[in-house]
T-cell receptor, first 116, second 113 residues
C-alpha cells in the first residue's frame, strides 16, 4: 500500500531537548516536504527536498533542520525545541512535476508535538 | 506574494448543499486543489481543476473557478455527516520548487444531522 509514515504520532517534550520526527515513503517519490499546521494559519511549509541530498528552506524554517540521505526518508530535526514549535506536523511526498498533469501530494498521518 | 484565503467555518444540515469558498493571489497557478482532512488524519486530495477550466464536476463535488476574480469554490451536493472535515484549497507555487503547495487556512465543515 502506497503510504507516507510518520513517527511518532504524538510527542510531549521539554524545551531544549533535541528531537527527531521521522518520515518515510514507499512510492519512490523525489519530492518530500514538511509542513506545520496551526489554527487559523493553515499549513505552512517548513523545508522541502527535491531529491537525495537536495534540501531547501520553505516559508517557516527557523528552528528546524532536515536531511535527505536516502530517497525514502526525510527526518525533521528540532535541535532545541521551544514552546512556539508546539504544532501539528505533516510530512508529504509527491512525484516530480512534469507540468502536464496535477501533482498529487501524499500526506502522512501527522505528528502532534507539544513543547513544555 | 502568494496568499490563499478561506472562511474558517461552515455549518450545514445533512442533505443540503455546502459551498466552500477560496480566494488566491497567484494568477500564474496552473492547478488548484481541494484537500480534505478528517479528524486525526492527514490530508487527502479530493479534486483539482486546471486553470484553463471554469468548472469541473466529480460525482457530488463541483469545483468552480473564476480566474478574473481569483476565486475558487467547492460545492458538495447532498452533504452527509461523513463530509464533516476541514477542507483546504491549495495552489501550486512557482519558483524553484514547482511541487510546492500553498494552502489556505482551511474551512471546518460541520454537518448537522
Amino acid at each position: 500500500e502506497a503510504q507516507v509514515t510518520q513517527n511518532p504520532r504524538y510527542l510531549i517534550t521539554v524545551t531544549g531537548k533535541k528531537l527527531t520526527v521521522t518520515c518515510s515513503q514507499n512510492m519512490n517519490h523525489e519530492y518530500m516536504s514538511w509542513y506545520r499546521q496551526d489554527p487559523g494559519l493553515g499549513l505552512r511549509q517548513i523545508y522541502y527536498s527535491m531529491n537525495v541530498e537536495v534540501t531547501d528552506k520553505g516559508d517557516v524554517p527557523e528552528g528546524y533542520k532536515v536531511s535527505r540521505k536516502e530517497k525514502r526518508n526525510f527526518p525533521l530535526i528540532l535541535e532545541s525545541p521551544s514552546p512556539n514549535q508546539t504544532s501539528l506536523y505533516f510530512c508529504a511526498s509527491s512525484p516530480p512535476d512534469r507540468g502536464r498533469a496535477p501533482t498529487e501530494a501524499f500526506f502522512g498521518q501527522g505528528t502532534r508535538l507539544t513543547v513544555v | 506574494g502568494e496568499d490563499v484565503e478561506q472562511s474558517l467555518f461552515l455549518s450545514v444540515r445533512e442533505g443540503d448543499s455546502s459551498v466552500i469558498n477560496c480566494t488566491y493571489t497567484d494568477s500564474s497557478s496552473t492547478y488548484l486543489y481541494w484537500y480534505k482532512q478528517e479528524p486525526g488524519a492527514g490530508l487527502q486530495l479530493l479534486t483539482y481543476i486546471f486553470s484553463n477550466m471554469d468548472m469541473k464536476q466529480d460525482q457530488r463535488l463541483t469545483v468552480l473557478l473564476n480566474k478574473k476574480d481569483k476565486h475558487l469554490s467547492l460545492r458538495i451536493a447532498d452533504t452527509q455527516t461523513g463530509d464533516s472535515a476541514i477542507y483546504f484549497c491549495a495552489e501550486r507555487g512557482y519558483g524553484g520548487a514547482t511541487n510546492k503547495l500553498i494552502f489556505g487556512t482551511g474551512t471546518l465543515l460541520a454537518v448537522q444531522p
